[in-house]
Structures are given as C-alpha cells and as structure tokens.
C-alpha cells in the first residue's frame, strides 16, 4: 500500500524540505515585516499609522492564493520583476515567499499589537521620562515585552503559516502539497495512503513547533 | 532639616535669577475639566518644594506637566532657562535632565535591578557599559538595595523597588528629580525607607518636587509647600507656618481633616 514510498518515483522529504524552507524565510520576514507594521500602528506620525491600519486591514482582508497569484501573474509576468532569481524554480520560490510575508506580517502586527496592549502605560513613561526617544522606547521597553506576551499567538500564526505554504503550490512551487497532487493522479488506488502521508508530515512540523514554543513562553514570561 | 530651609522673602530677588523650573500661566484641560487653572510657580535650585492636596487637586498633573508627560494647553513652562520643547529630540534631552519617580515605581519588568540603573545611561547619555554598571552598583548601594542588583523588580518589595526606581533616576544625574506620590503603593512599614532616601536627598542639596500625603516628610524636608485645591495653586508657605498657622480656608478645612486621623 506504501509501495509509492519505497518506489523512488518521488522525492517526498525533498518536497518537505521545500515546505520548510519557504516556512522558515517567510517566518522571519513576517516577524520581522509585522514588526515594522506594528511600529508603524502605534507611531506618533498620522501618515505611518494611517499606512499601517489600511495595509493590514486590505491585506489580512485579501485571499492568500489571490496574493500569491499576484505575485506571480502581476510582479513576475506583467512587471517582470524577478526578486533576482535564475530560473522559473527560485523565482516561484521567492515570489512565494513575498506573497506568504506579505500577508502573514499582518496577523504578526495584530497580534503583536495586542501584546503592546497588555504592556502598562508605566513602563513606556518611565523610558521617556530618561529621555529615550519613540525608537527606544519601542525597542528597548515595550516591544521586548510584548513579545514575551504573544508568544502563544505567534506560535498559531507559525503553525497557520506553515500549512499555508501549499497555496505556493498554484504557482508551481515544488512544495510538498505539488507533490501530492502529482502523486494524487498516479497513485489513485493509494489515495488514502497518500493522504496519511502528507498529513503526518504536516503535523510532523508543526505539533514539535507547538510544544517548543509554549515551552519557551513559559520561560520567557514577564513577572510583574 | 531646618538648615537647608530657605528664608523665601528676604532671598527673594537672589533666587529668581538662580530658578530652575518655572511655570507660568500653565492651563490644561481634561475634557471639560479644568485640571490646572493659571499655575505659576517657580523652584529654585536646590530647593525642596513640596507639594500638597486634595485627591483630583491637579497635583499629580502639575508634576508630569514639568517633563511633558502631560501636555499643557497654554503657558510655559521653563527649566534652566529652557522652554519646554514639544516633541522629539530636544524634548528627549531635556528628559533626560529631569528625574521622575512614580507612584507605581515602573521599573522595566524585563530587566534587572542593575540593568534598570544602566539602561539610561548607556542608551542616553551613552556611557560604555562598565562604567555604567560601576555607577549603578554604586548608586544601589547608596539607596540600600545592593545586594539585589541582579533580582528582577517584581523579586523585590515595594520599598525595594521604589529606591531602585530613585536610583535609576539619579543615574541620569538630574538637575531636578520628580516625586509622583512616591509612597502611596507603598504598605506603612515600607514608607519610611524610602522616606529616608528622600530625605538624604534632600539634605544632599537634590532640587526636588514632591507630590505627597506624607505630612512628616512635608515638614522635615521641605523648604516650601505648595497647597493645591481644585486645579488652582491656594497658598505656599514655609512648612513651619504652613502647618501651624495655614491662612487660607480650605487649606485649614484639609489640614483638619488629615491631622486628627
């Protein structure tokens, strides 16, 4: 029954590896990009919140596979932009991993938001009151703080994120859900099979990223 | 104490060219609510004035308008002969010469004792780090709480916390500290700790305001208390006549009520 596996017609761990690399790059970019948003939501400066609010809610609002497929119709094809990529491969790749942090940013700045919340007014006076500036403040008080606060919420946005790398399959990235489509249609009197096998790969990646996390939580929380 | 008293009138004209902190014709507003109605008040250097009231008096308000944490709607407010700015960098910089002790200590929760003492220094007043720690290793000792310089802040008591706080703000070396109700969170037996500091503080010639309901302290280290009523200043007097011969109505109405209980 398992026979696809054994066969050597399928690269199923290379196809994985692809999942989690497109995980791992997006996962960095979107911390790093729903930082920025969420710097820019509660900056002082009108123009930057205004950005951030409408940013987050058109593009939290927006399909993913819309995005992905925009990014890949509308950035590659029409405006051939190649995010410096060689060959139809690495440019899916990168234009995948543009669209995943695109749209991933916004559930990190919403819920990164909601830790800034849960920060006490105190401690943001208290670091102007030394004569930090707004980057400082941010920075070196608050957001480290509200990190610690959220991350039980990031963690689901990881775990969504990571299942949401097969919308990369639309625009032929070879990830493991274009794996298992292909073997879908040659394999269709293992089809259960089939399905046990990338589920489990599924959960493979995320349960440790789960138990990891929730673990790390605990030992980073603020005491106050 | 009474050494470091001031004879305010007969000094008068010396001081007003040595006044650190002035605020003149200062307005704020919360809503509809008059918080501080035409406040002018002058500290000079090396002065402890302390500041007294009612709940909702504007105390409290008056204090965080002199670093900003309030805005105001109008006046001014100057400190060493600059006008406050109003946003950004020279407001910043300004801060950072001006003190403040809270109510609710607001010691940064992710760091440690020592950490909070250096972090001003080093990202302010860009100190290398040794000499950071060596200085707030020092100005720990001095408050008494040395031996807990690497506990975080909800590892220490009340009292703990509140002369941490103090030390975190002399680290800037500040030309004048705020006290924002600086023992009010605090339970009774750790008031005096703190208390204490403050007083040596004030001994140690520290230009300082304080926003208080400890009537002792108003007493013993204060130069001057300022009375507050309804977003207007009442009366200032010297602590001595202030207590024992108040001349204004309802400063002698408050008085009573706090002095028989």
């Known amino acids: 029954m398992f026979d696809f596996l054994t066969s050597g017609q399928y690269d199923v761990l290379g196809a994985f590896w692809v999942t989690v690399q497109l995980t791992l790059y997006s996962a960095v970019g979107s911390l790093v990009w729903g930082t920025m948003l969420a710097g820019m939501r509660v900056s002082p400066v009108p123009i930057m919140r205004s950005f951030g609010t409408a940013y987050v809610n058109v593009v939290r609002n927006t399909p993913l596979t819309l995005l992905i497929i925009g990014c890949s119709l509308g950035l590659n094809q029409t405006l051939k932009i190649t995010l410096g990529g060689e060959d139809f491969k690495e440019i899916g790749f990168r234009l995948a991993v543009l669209g995943l942090i695109a749209y991933t940013g916004t559930f990190v700045c919403e819920a990164l938001r909601s830790g800034i919340n849960t920060v006490p007014v105190g401690q943001a006076e208290a670091a102007r009151a030394l004569g930090l500036n707004f980057f400082q403040v941010l920075t070196l008080i608050v957001l480290p703080q509200a990190f610690r606060a959220v991350i039980a919420p990031l963690t689901n946005v990881l775990i969504a994120l990571t299942k949401n790398t097969t919308v990369a399959a639309t625009i032929g990235v070879a990830e493991a859900a274009l794996l298992m489509k292909e073997m879908l249609e040659n394999e269709a009197d293992a089809l259960f099979a089939v399905f046990a096998v990338f589920a489990l790969g599924f959960v493979l990646l995320t349960l440790p990223t789960g138990l990891l996390l929730g673990w790390v939580a605990k030992r980073v929380a603020v005491k106050r | ?261």
Do not use: W
């Not at chain 2, 670093?67 to 709607?73: A, F, G, P, S, V």
């Not at chain 2, 001014?76 to 700015?85: A, N, Y």
């Open chain 2, 1 to 261: 104490m009474s050494g470091v008293s001031v004879t305010k009138d007969a000094e008068g004209a010396a001081e007003a060219a040595d006044d650190l902190v002035v605020l003149s014709n200062v307005n704020k507003h919360f809503g509809a609510l008059h918080v501080l109605q035409d406040v002018n008040l002058s500290i000079a250097r090396g002065e402890v004035v302390v500041v007294i009231g009612p709940s909702g008096s504007g105390k409290s308000t008056l204090c965080r308008t002199i670093n900003r944490l309030e805005t105001i709607d109008s006046g001014t407010i100057t400190i060493d002969g600059k006008e406050l700015p109003s946003e950004g960098r020279e407001l910043a910089r300004l801060r950072a010469d001006v003190g403040m002790v809270f109510q609710s200590f607001n010691l940064f929760a992710h760091k440690t004792v020592l950490q909070n003492v250096m972090l001003g220094q080093m990202k302010v007043r860009k100190t290398d780090q040794a000499t950071a720690a060596k200085k707030a290793q020092a100005l720990l000792d001095r408050v008494g709480v040395g031996t807990q310089a690497d506990k975080y802040p909800a590892q220490l008591s009340g009292g703990q916390q509140q002369r941490v706080a103090i030390a975190r703000a002399l680290a800037m070396d500040p030309k004048v500290i705020l006290f924002d109700e600086p023992t009010s969170a605090l339970d009774p037996e750790m008031i005096n700790e703190v208390l204490e500091v403050m007083q040596q503080l004030a001994a140690e010639g520290m230009t300082m305001v304080v926003v208080t309901h400890e009537m002792g302290f108003a007493r013993s280290a204060a130069n001057r208390v300022v009375f507050m009523a309804d977003g207007k200043i009442v009366e200032e007097a010297q602590p001595e006549q202030f207590f024992s011969n108040p001349r204004s109505d309802r400063a002698k109405d408050f008085l009573s009520k706090i002095l028989h209980h």
